[in-house]
């Protein structure tokens, strides 16, 4: 199905707002809609559209070029394609990579995706930027000969991001088990509440056997696990502040003195469980460019984010909680949000700890891979205590 | 951490002259550096010896010398400024070698003036292959196997073991110089032993062959707190086997998965800091088999680079400026973005366009050079440019290169497929051009897979060249051009011209139709974060999309044409004049949009001008900027006359496009170019020049020749750089020229001008206003005429030239200017012969010369000649101190040191196919890379810095071989005795020993190359060739004589040029050396910065107010 542009079937792109940009098709034929959003990355387009986290969005590539290496069946994240609409410029005639499979448009198509193509996508971009995330929808073949009016109205009837809970939603129906590589040293509870398939690999890497437990455990699911070292959040769709059970459960880790790890969505429950609010951000953090500060060691990482909302805490001082201090450990240098949190007991010893963005990477450079080996000195420590 | 406080001058060394592999991105990075560390209050010490710079303008650094980049050289600097720091990680392998040695001698340690940036170790690290192999091993990443060997038997024990072909490569050497594959015992023994000779270390590694892997670089920046990131990755479309400055590179990466760019990042990261860059920028190159994904890391240079250069303009993200800061100590999240203003630097930039950079070649100055492209670097120069997909970004970039034959085309009968599987194994070489030959082939039906089975190139480029193949035939064979169809060819990157050509109409009209359907370009900005933050830097590219990015604004513009791709004859000279034109305008109060597409350059830095457009300069880009503008704000003019030949051919057409010129119009423009109306010129002021005629035809050139007599000097009309100028001797070389050398037709005749012998040529450059002159500067050659101006050796003052003379060059060039109407600067070159003053040419644009007469008078030509085009006068600008108070480069005091220009030719870099050197004459025809000054009290010593810096210098001991031409034999008499006096021991072939014994002068005699063994007369049973091979020879002196002696000459002028002997060709230059080499000898050199040369002549006549 690899169309050039100029034979391909029309399309039509609906912001909320009304702006309207008439592409072609690209995908899936049909009609989609979702929270718009932009990702800047310029590779790992796979990763991407397998992240849980981009559940509900229609991400628009700011990367002209897309599809270039295909598809294989070696880097999705998660069983299936998330993202409810793609946005591209250029997409690729032929890929090419001695590890590609298929094309990327004929896994859009066959996982019924729908997209479009040959639009200005720098210029959707910037105003996102400026006006902020909205609602977007994506009408190709026969949908896109709607009059506009109805588009709009389509656009607008589907529901907000804001106050979205969706994490039931991505999240496994069953417990599964990522054993440990070589020697078992420690057992974690991992919530997923989309979990991308890297962060498991990687702990299991780290001598961890991952229990991925659906997102609607309860405290003591959790506990029952046999020889339990740890809990872990994982990344997600969805507003925080709608994850009241999440919330409910992470408190009664933390009480328990159970060393806690988080990654993205789970920062934000993070946030939320030590009595910190959460918010929206006007366009959020998308992309595997964004420097981070990690303010325990002044040194900047390069990470990985996908990310629209952020925790609510303040930078320039320590807060009492009832579980211990939290502080912003980490922040992101290009606009100050708060990139990561940690609590220390009042001993001083770190007991949780959680950041916003994504150290599996996956799509994304490696440089917070550092966060895996803080995650197993703080179960060592733990285990050491408890021994 | 913030700024090191232990640091308050930094010593700078810069690359020197433009070389094959080194050009004027070392320009950019150093200014960008000077300005850096000045903006920190640093004090600034900078040495380099290349006066075309625009870094080395006084004003870039606090004390600027424009000396010889060689370690005595540079010692004496130290000692006498006592820097706190040197920094050699921002002027190329010139610098870093000089810094090495400076390392090693001690003189680093003497001064305490240690190198920030990187230091030595990390130098040898990153340098050294073996050091670098175990760098690149304990980082966890694999190198190409391969072998170090330092004499033949190793090399060829090494080859037996990784098998043929294998890849040579001497170290240390900059470019690649002398690498290459062998594919055969001959060829290895050929390219080693040239390898072990080139190289310092007398070092050369083989290498199992990586050819047709495909081919990345990183680059990648490490503060001293240990921040990485990596600015830009590089993709070659041209697979492992040719240099990377030869190649076609894309940026980003288009075909890697997250997973594999990632392993890059990650190796990339590791050797940086097992390396041990302290801070600052370096470039590592990879090769990934494009079968299974194995990685290999080829190479890592720890300095900012040409492709640093690249990367800094295809993301905005400065890569030497930011380098600089490192350098004293801050970290990259304590350094901004300047684009953004509120990010920090430690990110890493995301391109939402592609980027295409092109190499520009000059293989046709060196026809007898092998163009076949290996790992050694050829190419002369380059063109980048943007798009928002690659197809676009390809075409634009290939029309940039300024040549018909560089653009995708459709002409004639589409290939058959015969033909296309004969332009498939052509283009399995790579040549200039292949990415032609492959849309040929591909025109003509080879499949993706075949072409990539050919050539290597990924399938997924091959794909985009055959989406364009198949656009140009819709576009060809539709009964119309419909809005749609138009908007798809131009979203491809189609130019006009192409359309024109597809639908066989003319181009004017295509764009008629364009516009009348209102399809145009938008353009975009580079905001180094893929719109995801505002950009307050206008750093603009077109494209074909829907939303425009051009703010509007108040103030009245200039649109400056800048040169487009460096090429021998119009290099870094240009991008000066248009650099100066866009600051002093600035300063005057306009808004400054620069139009260029060459990345190496100060003038596409986006902080140089008010706006910067990386646009192709043809004429349809070109309008397509000014209409853009023009809708954004009031336009004050565009001005064409200071970047070369590039702009300057467009002036006519922009006129009639309603374009605003202003300066000298197009008109007086043409008036120069075209001979008859020149001559009626020079007869109304009286002004005598060579007998002259034009031919359409041999016949005619041959009553021409007749007509005026011989010798006579032949070129085509418009050229730049000497482009087919030959001297003519007879009839018949007339008629073979005419025919065969060039095209002579009713658009483009013959040239036919009378060769003044033994004349003196002298160059002006001067600034006019309509009424006043201002003589800028006077030079004298010092090889006679003949020799093109660019390749010549001249002196200002002039050496020997005196105030009446000096007053007729005044009184003639103030006539031309004011009969060709010249507003802002021209350039005359005159002849003098038997006391009359012949003009040879009048060029009514900045020339080559310009940055030089502006270092050597202190008089920054180019700022007063932009105002001037812009309606200032010359007396207001002596008023303003734009130029001196009174008096001006023609009446220097006699306290005025010397400043000797010296060029800087390329032979070393060709070979022809059966691997012997080009020959290195001087003609008529400019070969010349770049140039050098040396600058003294005296001519003798100026003259004798110029070669210092030019190729290592002159010998003050040892033997000299002399061959001369007859007619040169009266006057190498005195030069030659004199090198007898000062103790130098002469060796000349039989005929040039004769006359020379029978003056008095011992020689011994020594066998030419072409004589046989057993001569009873000579001295040596080597022939002079293997003397000069054998380093016995200190200098060569070597004056082309007849066809039958060329042979000879030739092979004496290769060995010198292997050996790195000076090799001196003139007589005049001779002269010149002996004089220098008294002065070398009666004392040591002395380093003068700019700064106090200005202070003692005192031209601006500060001390005075």
Same mark, same amino acid.
């Given at each position: 199905?690899?169309? $050039?542009?100029?034979?391909?079937?029309?399309?039509?792109?609906?912001?909320?707002?009304?702006?309207?940009?008439?592409?072609?098709?690209?995908?899936?034929?049909?009609?989609?809609?979702?929270?718009?959003?932009?990702?800047?990355?310029?590779?790992?387009?796979? *990763?991407?559209?397998?992240?849980?986290?981009?559940?509900?969005?229609?991400?628009?590539?700011?990367?002209?070029?897309?599809?270039?290496?295909?598809?294989?069946?070696?880097?999705?994240?998660?069983?299936?394609?998330?993202?409810?609409?793609? @946005?591209?410029?250029?997409?690729?005639?032929?890929?090419?990579?001695?590890?590609?499979?298929?094309?990327?448009?004929?896994?859009?198509?066959?996982?019924?995706?729908?997209?479009?193509?040959?639009?200005?996508?720098?210029?959707?971009?910037?105003?996102?930027?400026?006006?902020?995330?909205?609602? @977007?929808?994506?009408?190709?073949?026969?949908?896109?000969?709607?009059?506009?009016?109805?588009?709009?109205?389509?656009?607008?009837?589907?529901?907000?991001?804001?106050?979205?809970?969706?994490?039931?939603?991505?999240?496994?129906?069953?417990?599964?088990?990522?054993?440990?590589?070589?020697?078992?040293?420690?057992?974690?509870?991992?919530?997923?509440?989309?979990?991308?398939?890297?962060?498991?690999?990687?702990?299991?890497?780290?001598?961890?056997?991952?229990?991925?437990?659906?997102?609607?455990?309860?405290?003591?699911?959790?506990?029952?696990?046999?020889?339990?070292?740890?809990?872990?959040?994982?990344?997600?769709?969805?507003?925080?502040?709608?994850?009241?059970?999440?919330?409910?459960?992470?408190?009664?880790?933390?009480?328990?003195?159970?060393?806690?790890?988080?990654?993205?969505?789970?920062?934000?429950?993070?946030?939320?469980?030590?009595?910190?609010?959460?918010?929206?951000?006007?366009?959020?953090?998308?992309?595997?460019?964004?420097?981070?500060?990690?303010?325990?060691?002044?040194?900047? *990482?390069?990470?990985?984010?996908?990310?629209?909302?952020?925790?609510?805490?303040?930078?320039?001082?320590?807060?009492?909680?009832?579980?211990?201090?939290?502080?912003?450990?980490?922040?992101?240098?290009?606009?100050?949000?708060?990139?990561?949190?940690?609590?220390?007991?009042?001993?001083?010893?770190?007991?949780?700890?959680?950041?916003?963005?994504?150290?599996?990477?996956?799509?994304?450079?490696?440089?917070?891979?550092?966060? #895996?080996?803080?995650?197993?000195?703080?179960?060592?420590?733990?285990?050491?205590?408890?021994? | 951490?913030?700024?090191?406080?232990?640091?308050?001058?930094?010593?700078?060394?810069?690359?020197?002259?433009?070389?094959?592999?080194?050009?004027?991105?070392?320009?950019?990075?150093?200014?960008?550096?000077?300005?850096?560390?000045?903006?920190?209050?640093?004090?600034?010490?900078?040495?380099?010896?290349?006066?075309?710079?625009?870094?080395?303008?006084?004003?870039?650094?606090?004390?600027?010398?424009?000396?010889?980049?060689?370690?005595?050289?540079?010692?004496?600097?130290?000692?006498?400024?006592?820097?706190?720091?040197?920094?050699?990680?921002?002027?190329?392998?010139?610098?870093?070698?000089?810094?090495?040695?400076?390392?090693?001698?001690?003189?680093?340690?003497?001064?305490?003036?240690?190198?920030?940036?990187?230091?030595?170790?990390?130098?040898?690290?990153?340098?050294?292959?073996?050091?670098?192999?175990?760098?690149?091993?304990?980082?966890?990443?694999?190198?190409?196997?391969?072998?170090?060997?330092?004499?033949?038997?190793?090399?060829?024990?090494?080859?037996?073991?990784?098998?043929?072909?294998?890849?040579?490569?001497?170290?240390?050497?900059?470019?690649?110089?002398?690498?290459?594959?062998?594919?055969?015992?001959?060829?290895?023994?050929?390219?080693?032993?040239?390898?072990?000779?080139?190289?310092?270390?007398?070092?050369?590694?083989?290498?199992?062959?990586?050819?047709?892997?495909?081919?990345?670089?990183?680059?990648?920046?490490?503060?001293?707190?240990?921040?990485? +990131?990596?600015?830009?990755?590089?993709?070659?479309?041209? $697979?492992?086997?040719?240099?990377?400055?030869?190649?076609?590179?894309?940026?980003?990466?288009?075909?890697?998965?997250?997973?594999?760019?990632?392993?890059?990042?990650?190796?990339?990261?590791?050797?940086?800091?097992?390396?041990?860059?302290?801070?600052?920028?370096?470039?590592?190159?990879?090769?990934?088999?494009?079968?299974?994904?194995?990685?290999?890391?080829?190479?890592?240079?720890?300095?900012?680079?040409?492709?640093?250069?690249? %990367?800094?303009?295809?993301?905005?993200?400065?890569?030497?400026?930011? %380098?600089?800061?490192?350098?004293?100590?801050?970290?990259?999240?304590?350094?901004?973005?300047?684009?953004?203003?509120?990010?920090?630097?430690?990110? *890493?930039?995301?391109?939402?366009?592609?980027?295409?950079?092109?190499?520009?070649?000059?293989?046709?100055?060196?026809?007898?050079?092998?163009?076949?492209?290996?790992?050694?670097?050829?190419?002369?120069?380059?063109?980048?440019?943007?798009?928002?997909?690659?197809?676009?970004?390809?075409?634009?970039?290939?029309?940039?290169?300024?040549?018909?034959?560089?653009?995708?085309?459709?002409?004639?009968?589409?290939?058959?497929?015969?033909?296309?599987?004969?332009?498939?194994?052509?283009?399995?070489?790579?040549?200039?051009?292949?990415?032609?030959?492959?849309?040929?082939?591909?025109?003509?039906?080879?499949?993706?897979?075949?072409?990539?089975?050919?050539?290597?190139?990924?399938?997924?480029?091959?794909?985009?060249?055959?989406?364009?193949?198949?656009?140009?035939?819709?576009?060809?064979?539709?009964?119309?051009?419909?809005?749609?169809?138009?908007?798809?060819?131009?979203?491809?990157?189609?130019?006009?011209?192409?359309?024109?050509?597809?639908?066989?109409?003319?181009?004017?009209?295509?764009?008629?139709?364009?516009?009348?359907?209102?399809?145009?370009?938008?353009?975009?900005?580079?905001?180094?974060?893929?719109?995801?933050?505002?950009?307050?830097?206008?750093?603009?590219?077109?494209?074909?999309?829907?939303?425009?990015?051009?703010?509007?604004?108040?103030?009245?513009?200039?649109?400056?044409?800048?040169?487009?791709?460096?090429?021998?004859?119009?290099?870094?000279?240009?991008?000066?004049?248009? @650099?100066?034109?866009? =600051?002093?305008?600035?300063?005057?109060?306009?808004?400054?949009?620069?139009?260029?597409?060459?990345?190496?350059?100060?003038?596409? !830095?986006? !902080?140089?001008?008010?706006?910067?457009?990386?646009? $192709?300069?043809?004429?349809?880009?070109?309008?397509?900027?000014?209409?853009?503008?023009?809708?954004?704000?009031?336009?004050?003019?565009?001005?064409?006359?200071?970047?070369?030949?590039?702009?300057?051919?467009?002036?006519?057409?922009?006129?009639?496009?309603?374009?605003?010129?202003?300066?000298?119009?197009?008109?007086?423009?043409?008036?120069?170019?075209?001979?008859?109306? #020149?001559?009626?010129?020079?007869?109304?002021?009286? &002004?005598?020049?060579?007998?002259?005629?034009?031919?359409?035809?041999?016949?005619?050139?041959?009553?021409?020749?007749?007509?005026?007599?011989?010798?006579?000097?032949?070129?085509?009309?418009?050229?730049?750089?000497?482009?087919?100028?030959?001297?003519?001797?007879?009839?018949?070389?007339?008629?073979?020229?005419?025919?065969?050398?060039?095209?002579?037709?009713?658009?483009?005749?013959?040239?036919?001008?009378?060769?003044?012998?033994?004349?003196?040529?002298?160059?002006?450059?001067?600034?006019?206003?309509?009424?006043?002159?201002?003589?800028?500067?006077?030079?004298?050659?010092?090889?006679?005429?003949?020799?093109?101006?660019?390749?010549?050796?001249?002196?200002?003052?002039?050496?020997?030239?005196?105030?009446?003379?000096?007053?007729?060059?005044?009184?003639?060039?103030?006539?031309?200017?004011?009969?060709?109407?010249?507003?802002?600067?021209?350039?005359?070159? =005159?002849?003098?012969?038997? !006391?009359?003053?012949?003009?040879?040419?009048?060029?009514?644009?900045?020339?080559?010369?310009?940055?030089?007469?502006?270092?050597?008078?202190?008089?920054?030509?180019?700022?007063?000649?932009?105002?001037?085009?812009?309606?200032?006068?010359?007396?207001?600008?002596?008023?303003?101190?734009?130029?001196?108070?009174?008096?001006?480069?023609?009446?220097?005091?006699?306290?005025?040191?010397?400043?000797?220009?010296?060029?800087?030719?390329?032979?070393?870099?060709?070979?022809?196919?059966?691997?012997?050197?080009?020959?290195?004459?001087?003609?008529?025809?400019?070969?010349?890379?770049?140039? +050098?000054?040396?600058?003294?009290?005296?001519?003798?010593?100026?003259?004798?810095?110029?070669?210092?810096?030019?190729?290592?210098?002159?010998?003050?001991?040892?033997?000299?071989? @002399?061959? +001369?031409?007859?007619?040169?034999?009266?006057?190498? &008499?005195?030069?030659?005795?004199?090198?007898?006096?000062?103790?130098?021991?002469?060796?000349?072939?039989?005929?040039?020993?004769?006359?020379?014994?029978?003056?008095?002068?011992?020689?011994?005699?020594?066998?030419?190359?072409?004589?046989?063994?057993?001569?009873?007369?000579?001295?040596?049973?080597?022939?002079?060739?293997?003397?000069?091979?054998?380093?016995?020879?200190?200098?060569?002196?070597?004056?082309?004589?007849?066809?039958?002696?060329?042979?000879?000459?030739?092979?004496?002028?290769?060995?010198?040029?292997?050996?790195?002997?000076?090799?001196?060709?003139?007589?005049?230059?001779?002269?010149?050396?002996?004089?220098?080499?008294?002065?070398?000898?009666?004392?040591?050199?002395?380093?003068?910065?700019?700064?106090?040369?200005?202070?003692?002549?005192?031209?601006?006549?500060?001390?005075?107010?």
């Amino acid at each position: 199905m690899n169309t $050039p542009l100029a034979t391909r079937a029309p399309a039509v792109l609906v912001l909320e707002d009304g702006r309207t940009f008439t592409g072609r098709a690209y995908g899936h034929r049909g009609e989609t809609v979702g929270e718009a959003v932009f990702c800047t990355a310029m590779t790992g387009y796979q *990763e991407t559209l397998t992240d849980p986290s981009y559940h509900r969005q229609v991400v628009v590539m700011t990367s002209p070029h897309v599809g270039n290496t295909g598809w294989n069946d070696e880097d999705d994240e998660s069983s299936r394609i998330w993202v409810s609409g793609y @946005v591209v410029r250029d997409p690729a005639i032929r890929p090419s990579n001695w590890r590609s499979q298929r094309t990327l448009e004929d896994e859009l198509d066959s996982q019924g995706v729908v997209g479009i193509c040959d639009i200005d996508t720098r210029a959707l971009t910037r105003h996102l930027r400026e006006r902020g995330a909205m609602r @977007v929808g994506i009408f190709s073949g026969e949908a896109a000969r709607m009059p506009s009016a109805h588009l709009v109205e389509r656009v607008t009837s589907a529901p907000l991001m804001k106050g979205a809970a969706l994490a039931q939603e991505v999240s496994t129906d069953e417990t599964y088990v990522v054993p440990a590589v070589g020697e078992k040293r420690f057992t974690v509870a991992a919530v997923d509440l989309g979990i991308k398939a890297m962060t498991p690999q990687l702990m299991s890497e780290h001598g961890i056997e991952v229990h991925v437990v659906p997102a609607d455990a309860s405290f003591s699911d959790i506990t029952s696990i046999e020889g339990l070292d740890g809990v872990f959040f994982s990344n997600g769709p969805g507003d925080p502040a709608t994850a009241d059970h999440e919330v409910g459960v992470l408190r009664e880790v933390l009480a328990a003195g159970i060393p806690f790890f988080g990654i993205c969505f789970g920062n934000q429950l993070l946030g939320r469980a030590l009595g910190f609010g959460t918010y929206k951000l006007k366009y959020g953090h998308r992309g595997i460019n964004q420097p981070v500060m990690d303010r325990t060691t002044g040194k900047v *990482e390069v990470t990985a984010h996908n990310h629209g909302f952020a925790v609510d805490a303040p930078l320039d001082k320590d807060t009492d909680t009832e579980f211990g201090t939290a502080r912003v450990s980490h922040v992101c240098l290009n606009d100050d949000v708060v990139e990561g949190l940690e609590l220390r007991s009042d001993a001083g010893e770190l007991t949780a700890f959680s950041v916003q963005y994504h150290p599996e990477a996956a799509a994304g450079p490696h440089d917070a891979a550092y966060l #895996f080996d803080r995650f197993v000195t703080l179960l060592e420590n733990n285990q050491k205590v408890g021994a | 951490m913030p700024k090191r406080d232990d640091i308050k001058s930094v010593l700078v060394i810069g690359s020197g002259p433009i070389v094959i592999g080194q050009a004027c991105e070392f320009d950019y990075s150093g200014t960008q550096a000077c300005r850096v560390l000045r903006e920190e209050g640093v004090r600034v010490i900078l040495v380099n010896s290349n006066p075309a710079t625009i870094m080395t303008d006084p004003e870039f650094a606090d004390a600027t010398y424009i000396e010889p980049i060689t370690p005595e050289v540079v010692e004496k600097i130290i000692e006498k400024e006592r820097p706190d720091a040197v920094l050699a990680t921002l002027g190329g392998q010139t610098a870093l070698n000089c810094a090495i040695a400076l390392h090693d001698n001690g003189v680093l340690e003497k001064y305490n003036a240690p190198l920030i940036g990187a230091n030595v170790e990390a130098i040898q690290l990153g340098e050294d292959r073996q050091l670098f192999k175990g760098v690149v091993e304990r980082c966890g990443a694999e190198s190409a196997r391969s072998v170090i060997c330092h004499t033949m038997d190793e090399v060829l024990a090494g080859a037996d073991e990784l098998g043929y072909p294998v890849v040579v490569r001497p170290s240390f050497t900059m470019g690649g110089l002398g690498s290459g594959f062998a594919h055969d015992e001959a060829e290895l023994r050929r390219m080693a032993g040239a390898g072990l000779q080139a190289s310092p270390t007398t070092e050369v590694l083989l290498e199992e062959s990586i050819l047709g892997w495909k081919e990345y670089e990183l680059e990648v920046m490490r503060d001293h707190a240990d921040n990485v +990131v990596v600015v830009c990755s590089i993709e070659n479309l041209d $697979p492992m086997g040719v240099h990377t400055g030869d190649s076609i590179t894309v940026a980003p990466a288009l075909t890697l998965t997250d997973r594999e760019y990632q392993r890059l990042r990650d190796v990339g990261i590791a050797i940086i800091r097992e390396v041990g860059v302290d801070t600052g920028g370096c470039n590592i190159q990879f090769a990934i088999n494009p079968r299974d994904g194995r990685i290999i890391v080829i190479e890592m240079n720890p300095r900012v680079s040409r492709s640093s250069a690249l %990367a800094s303009k295809a993301t905005g993200f400065p890569i030497a400026k930011i %380098a600089a800061k490192m350098a004293i100590g801050y970290t990259l999240d304590e350094v901004p973005n300047d684009i953004t203003q509120e990010t920090p630097a430690s990110f *890493e930039p995301s391109l939402d366009y592609v980027v295409v950079k092109v190499p520009r070649f000059a293989f046709e100055k060196f026809p007898a050079a092998d163009d076949t492209l290996t790992t050694t670097m050829k190419s002369v120069g380059e063109a980048m440019s943007i798009g928002r997909n690659f197809a676009e970004a390809m075409q634009k970039a290939l029309r940039s290169i300024e040549r018909k034959e560089s653009s995708f085309h459709w002409r004639g009968q589409t290939p058959t497929r015969d033909e296309a599987l004969e332009l498939l194994r052509v283009a399995a070489r790579p040549t200039d051009g292949r990415i032609i030959t492959v849309q040929q082939a591909m025109r003509g039906g080879a499949t993706v897979e075949e072409t990539h089975a050919a050539t290597g190139i990924d399938p997924w480029f091959l794909d985009q060249i055959e989406l364009i193949n198949d656009i140009a035939h819709e576009v060809g064979e539709s009964p119309e051009l419909t809005p749609d169809l138009l908007r798809l060819a131009k979203r491809h990157g189609f130019s006009d011209a192409q359309l024109s050509e597809l639908r066989g109409m003319p181009e004017s009209v295509v764009r008629g139709v364009r516009h009348a359907l209102g399809v145009r370009p938008v353009f975009k900005t580079v905001d180094t974060c893929a719109a995801e933050f505002a950009a307050r830097t206008p750093y603009h590219y077109s494209s074909y999309d829907e939303e425009n990015e051009v703010a509007p604004r108040e103030r009245e513009a200039v649109i400056i044409l800048g040169s487009g791709p460096n090429r021998i004859g119009q290099g870094v000279e240009f991008d000066y004049s248009c @650099v100066h034109a866009s =600051f002093a305008l600035r300063d005057a109060g306009y808004d400054t949009i620069m139009v260029n597409c060459n990345p190496e350059t100060v003038s596409t !830095d986006y !902080d140089t001008s008010s706006r910067l457009y990386f646009e $192709p300069l043809t004429l349809e880009d070109v309008l397509e900027v000014y209409h853009a503008e023009k809708q954004a704000g009031p336009i004050a003019g565009v001005i064409v006359q200071l970047g070369g030949q590039t702009p300057l051919g467009l002036a006519r057409a922009l006129k009639e496009a309603g374009v605003p010129i202003v300066g000298t119009s197009p008109e007086a423009i043409d008036l120069a170019e075209d001979r008859g109306a #020149f001559g009626r010129v020079l007869a109304e002021a009286k &002004l005598p020049a060579p007998k002259h005629g034009t031919a359409y035809s041999a016949a005619e050139a041959l009553a021409v020749a007749q007509d005026i007599g011989y010798p006579v000097l032949v070129r085509p009309s418009y050229v730049l750089g000497g482009r087919g100028m030959e001297i003519v001797y007879d009839d018949d070389t007339l008629v073979t020229y005419v025919e065969r050398a060039t095209h002579a037709s009713p658009e483009h005749p013959v040239l036919v001008d009378r060769f003044l012998d033994d004349a003196i040529e002298i160059d002006v450059d001067v600034l006019y206003d309509g009424t006043e002159m201002y003589l800028g500067g006077v030079m004298e050659h010092i090889e006679e005429a003949g020799i093109h101006s660019g390749d010549s050796a001249c002196a200002l003052p002039p050496a020997t030239l005196g105030n009446a003379e000096i007053e007729l060059v005044r009184e003639s060039a103030r006539k031309l200017a004011e009969g060709i109407g010249v507003v802002g600067l021209m350039n005359v070159q =005159f002849a003098l012969a038997q !006391d009359i003053l012949y003009v040879l040419e009048a060029n009514p644009r900045a020339s080559r010369t310009v940055p030089f007469v502006a270092k050597a008078t202190g008089v920054a030509l180019a700022n007063a000649a932009s105002r001037i085009m812009l309606g200032a006068t010359i007396a207001q600008l002596r008023e303003e101190g734009v130029l001196p108070p009174s008096g001006d480069g023609g009446t220097l005091p006699p306290h005025a040191p010397i400043s000797v220009k010296e060029a800087v030719l390329p032979f070393h870099r060709f070979r022809t196919t059966d691997g012997t050197m080009v020959d290195s004459l001087l003609g008529p025809e400019m070969r010349s890379t770049g140039e +050098v000054m040396g600058i003294d009290s005296t001519f003798g010593r100026a003259f004798g810095k110029s070669q210092l810096a030019a190729y290592g210098g002159l010998p003050t001991t040892g033997t000299v071989f @002399v061959s +001369v031409a007859n007619r040169d034999k009266r006057a190498m &008499l005195f030069p030659v005795s004199r090198l007898v006096d000062l103790g130098f021991t002469i060796v000349a072939t039989s005929g040039t020993a004769d006359v020379l014994r029978r003056n008095g002068i011992p020689a011994d005699v020594i066998r030419k190359i072409t004589e046989r063994e057993g001569d009873a007369e000579a001295s040596d049973a080597r022939s002079i060739g293997q003397l000069v091979l054998d380093g016995e020879i200190a200098m060569v002196i070597n004056t082309p004589t007849g066809q039958s002696a060329r042979a000879d000459g030739y092979a004496i002028r290769a060995a010198a040029n292997t050996a790195d002997v000076p090799l001196i060709t003139t007589v005049q230059e001779f002269a010149a050396a002996v004089q220098a080499i008294e002065a070398l000898r009666r004392g040591d050199l002395t380093v003068t910065s700019l700064q106090e040369h200005a202070l003692a002549l005192d031209l601006m006549q500060v001390a005075g107010r």
